[in-house]
């Protein structure tokens, strides 16, 4: 994982954009399936790789559900989709 300065803590409305741009991609949990989600800090992956573009981010999620084996995930976003 990256050092502090290159995670970023989420205001509440961009924690929101998070969440609605998970639901319009259908994105799920990829152990139990469920859509609902607790938004955690967003890593700057732009530098990272060459095949990245230079706006993406990833956002690590939580699942919501109790019974959840593996409830860590995340989800790759632009920049613009959730940080404006």
């Known amino acids: 994982m990256g050092s502090a300065e290159e995670r970023r803590e989420l205001t509440d409305d961009q924690r929101e954009r998070v969440l609605r741009e998970a ?3 259908g994105f799920a949990c990829g152990c139990c399936g469920s859509g609902e989600f607790k938004v955690g800090k967003a890593l700057y992956v732009g530098f990272l790789f060459l095949s990245e573009n230079h706006d993406n981010y990833v956002v690590a999620l939580t699942c919501k559900n109790r019974d ?5 995930t995340g989800i790759k976003l632009k920049g613009a989709e959730f940080l404006y």
């Open 68 to 72: 959840c084996r593996t409830p860590r």
């Open 23 to 25: 639901e319009e991609r």
